[in-house]
């Protein structure tokens, strides 16, 4: 049975860190791609960042570039989102999703976990 449990989310305040944990389990990590994703209150799941399962390679949303810093720990099966300067617009519930292909729509994705919240006040 695949499992992704998120962890790592709660509230802080704009110009602060959170990180973020992703455990993957029943799943081969090697075989996806694995992709974090948003969802903020009344929108759609929105993608933040992935990595490419082909060539190891990490895309980040333009908003979070240079904040964010996503990692993985394929020993340990787990994923790793480092949020520094948060801002409010960064609020929203974090998922970790793998897809047999990269790709940064929500539809691509075989797999998600349950979510994780994050809200960052002014």
């Known amino acids: 049975q695949v499992q992704l449990v998120e962890s790592g989310g709660g509230l802080v305040q704009a110009g602060g860190s959170l990180r973020l944990s992703c455990s993957v389990s029943g799943l081969d990590v090697s075989e996806y791609s694995m992709s974090w994703f948003r969802q903020a209150p009344g929108k759609e799941r929105d993608f933040v960042a992935g990595i490419s399962k082909m060539n190891g390679k990490i895309g980040y949303k333009e908003s979070v570039k240079g904040r964010f810093i996503m990692s993985s720990d394929d020993t340990k099966k787990t994923l790793y989102l480092q949020m520094n300067n948060l801002k409010p617009e960064d609020t929203g519930v974090y998922y970790c999703?793998?897809?047999?292909?990269?790709?940064?729509?929500?539809?691509?994705?075989?797999?998600w976990g349950q979510g994780t919240q994050v809200a960052v006040s002014t």
């Open positions: 999703a793998a897809s047999p292909k990269m790709v940064r729509a929500a539809s691509g994705y075989d797999y």
